[in-house]
């Protein structure tokens, strides 16, 4: 797969486990299952796969899972960022072999404000192991969990050395527009955005794919709303935007992970339990969750 290929409505898939903690194989296949008649591809392991709260074993594992679901339907593209630069590329050599189409890394996390010299250094040295023409390293940008910020001038510097892809979860256009800028040169370089909540605007500004977690809950719903800004529906697309800016809401009156593992099960599927801290929302939350999405008409 070249970069510019990783397009349309791309959930970062969530991971499935059991009450006791172990991976629960059944709930990931069935997440994948409900999930790929409407997108275009898939970026596991990362935040909304509960990535950091496993073991690299695990992370492999679930990941195997994912890959053999999906059968080479869309593209899965791995989240292999970790904390430190070797056990990155292992993972990302690991999701080469068993058949994934890229790899995404976020910046290292719990090593916060690192020179640019050391971040580069990290990109560079994935980049060595794993890139290839048709087998693209994306950055993940998202300075909240990293604490590493991603500057343009070094994204372009990256770009000068084989990296070909961005997702960009800073819920800022203009940095949007200034990571554009440090790539112009490279027409395969592919900036995508990491949140549903700017979908319209982003792909105004260019973007054409959207890494968004929404899309685990509510596939269809994202679907419609792709296919609508991509025929230039924009009245409906601008309905439908506020219509999803409405959802979060819902979904951010917790922690977001489990609250979406409550509403894939009230959606019938059998998505298991997230991974602790991760714990089930209680029974309260869980009633008013409900309500609002009955009212929204979307159970």
Do not use: W
Request: net charge negative.
């Amino acid at each position: 797969m070249k970069a510019q290929e990783f397009i349309g409505i791309i959930p970062p898939i969530q991971s499935s486990f059991t009450k006791a903690g172990d991976i629960y194989p059944k709930g990931i296949r069935e997440i994948v299952s409900f999930t790929l008649p409407h997108v275009q591809g898939y970026y596991p392991i990362g935040t909304y796969g509960c990535g950091p709260l496993m073991s690299i074993e695990e992370r492999k594992t679930v990941l195997e899972i994912i890959v053999e679901e999906v059968n080479g339907r869309v593209p899965v593209v791995a989240h292999v960022g970790t904390a430190d630069t070797k056990t990155t590329i292992e993972l990302a050599v690991h999701a080469k072999s068993i058949g994934c189409a890229g790899v995404g890394a976020i910046a290292p996390y719990y090593v916060p404000h690192l020179p640019e010299a050391s971040l580069f250094n990290h990109f560079a040295r994935l980049i060595d192991a794993v890139n290839e023409d048709d087998f693209p390293v994306f950055l993940y940008n998202n300075g909240h969990y990293s604490q590493n910020l991603v500057s343009p001038t070094l994204l372009g510097r990256l770009a000068d050395y084989g990296l070909r892809g961005c997702k960009d979860s800073s819920f800022d256009l203009v940095n949007f527009f200034m990571y554009q800028d440090a790539v112009a040169k490279y027409p395969d370089f592919n900036v995508i955005i990491g949140t549903e909540a700017i979908l319209v605007a982003a792909f105004e500004a260019g973007a054409t794919g959207c890494v968004c977690g929404m899309a685990n809950v509510y596939p269809e719903l994202l679907a419609d709303l792709y296919e609508n800004q991509i025929r230039g529906e924009r009245e409906r697309a601008m309905g439908l935007q506020r219509l999803v800016l409405r959802l979060r809401q819902i979904t951010k009156a917790g922690p977001t992970v489990p609250i979406l593992h409550a509403i894939l099960r009230h959606r019938g599927v059998d998505a298991g339990y997230p991974r602790e801290p991760y714990m089930p929302i209680d029974d309260e939350l869980e009633a008013k969750i409900v309500q609002q999405l009955k009212q929204m008409k979307l159970l």
